[in-house]
């Protein structure tokens, strides 16, 4: 057992709740070479790594995606090399560090990525109306993408009909067949949308 490892974590969790997140950051950031090194004992490993789950979550929660994202794939490590052979989502931090991973990818703008560990966490978790809400998320924004391309689609062929007024040519038969693809495949994707997002 690494004594100043555990000297740290009782000054950092004593009074956790009247400590400021400032003052935990700061703390965790004057000890990090302590709280990165790599521990065999297991109470070690344990001790760092909720450190470190709790100062990447207090990360995100303060908008520092980048940095965020870093430690929670130092957490990921540590839990997956101690946890080989089980399941690694019977420890509740492990589910934590995939759900901010996936919310920072997604501030990031690194949609697949989001979108990855929202599906493993559905898998994983069936139930939980929260992954399944961002889920259903990710799966609208195709199908209003969708819409607004037929809607500019309908625009652009009515306002082509009316500006350049053509009397029964190809133009008008292209307009005309514009418009009504437009309008069929925007009641589609409409329709399909409101049953897969339910």
Same mark, same amino acid.
């Given at each position: 057992?690494?004594?100043?490892?555990?000297?740290?974590?009782?000054?950092?969790?004593?009074?956790?709740?009247?400590?400021?997140?400032?003052?935990?950051?700061?703390?965790?950031?004057?000890?990090?070479?302590?709280?990165?090194?790599?521990?065999?004992?297991?109470?070690?490993?344990?001790?760092?790594?909720?450190?470190?789950?709790? #100062?990447?979550?207090?990360? #995100?929660?303060?908008?520092?995606?980048?940095?965020?994202?870093?430690?929670?794939?130092?957490?990921?490590?540590?839990?997956?090399?101690?946890?080989?052979?089980?399941?690694?989502?019977?420890?509740?931090?492990?589910?934590?560090?995939?759900?901010?991973?996936?919310?920072? #990818?997604?501030?990031?703008?690194?949609?697949?990525?989001?979108?990855?560990?929202?599906?493993?966490?559905?898998?994983?978790?069936?139930?939980?109306?929260?992954?399944?809400?961002?889920?259903?998320?990710?799966?609208?924004?195709?199908?209003?993408?969708?819409?607004?391309?037929?809607?500019?689609?309908?625009?652009?062929?009515?306002?082509?009909?009316?500006?350049?007024?053509?009397?029964?040519?190809?133009?008008?038969?292209?307009?005309?067949?514009?418009?009504?693809?437009?309008?069929?495949?925007?009641?589609?994707?409409?329709?399909?949308?409101?049953?897969?997002?339910?």
């Amino acid at each position: 057992m690494n004594i100043d490892l555990e000297k740290l974590y009782e000054e950092i969790y004593k009074d956790k709740d009247k400590k400021s997140s400032a003052l935990f950051i700061k703390k965790v950031e004057q000890n990090l070479a302590l709280i990165e090194k790599e521990y065999v004992n297991e109470d070690d490993i344990k001790k760092s790594t909720q450190i470190l789950v709790d #100062y990447a979550i207090l990360l #995100y929660e303060r908008s520092s995606f980048k940095d965020a994202l870093n430690f929670i794939g130092k957490s990921i490590s540590r839990m997956e090399k101690v946890g080989t052979g089980k399941n690694l989502f019977e420890d509740k931090n492990y589910e934590e560090m995939i759900f901010h991973r996936a919310l920072a #990818y997604h501030h990031l703008k690194k949609r697949r990525k989001a979108k990855a560990d929202f599906k493993t966490l559905i898998k994983q978790f069936p139930d939980n109306e929260v992954y399944r809400k961002w889920i259903k998320f990710y799966k609208g924004k195709i199908f209003r993408r969708l819409e607004l391309i037929f809607t500019i689609l309908l625009v652009l062929s009515i306002t082509s009909s009316i500006i350049l007024k053509p009397e029964d040519g190809i133009i008008d038969a292209i307009a005309l067949y514009t418009m009504f693809i437009s309008l069929i495949g925007g009641i589609v994707c409409l329709v399909i949308h409101k049953v897969i997002i339910r």
